[in-house]
């Protein structure tokens, strides 16, 4: 299975993003606890790479890309931002942070993907998602 979509850098745009993860979940027959854990993942992704990383310019595009193949699943998110460097992102679980509005997204999506890997040039995520089958 694989679908692609290019979106808009729009936040309007996350619901089409959310329908693609609806479609995913009943052609794959995506467990409840797993869709949470994936659907709160490529939000967070699509939602970094409009803001963070396409800084809502509309003429920049944000690309994902949703692979089923031996029992993973695979989301890629790209921007055409200039890119950042992961490791650099404050905590957001250390006190000084708490308050913080941002840095949660990246956090969480490493919380509840299996696997999440950045590009080199720091404007694409790929996470990874095993045993998500009911």
Known sequence: MYKRL??????NNLRIIENAIDEVM???GISQESYGKILVSAM????NAIMHGNKYEKDK???VEITYKNQKL?????DQGKGFVPHEVPDPTIPQNLESLNGR???LMSKLADEIKYSKRGN????VFKNIRS
């Open 26 to 28: 009943i052609e794959i």
């Open 61 to 63: 595009k944000v690309d």
């Open 44 to 47: 967070e992704a699509v939602n």
């Open 6 to 11: 290019k979106i808009e850098s729009s936040i």
């Open 74 to 78: 695979k989301i890629k998110v790209s």
């Open 105 to 107: 997204g990246i956090f």
């Open 124 to 127: 694409a995520v790929t996470m």
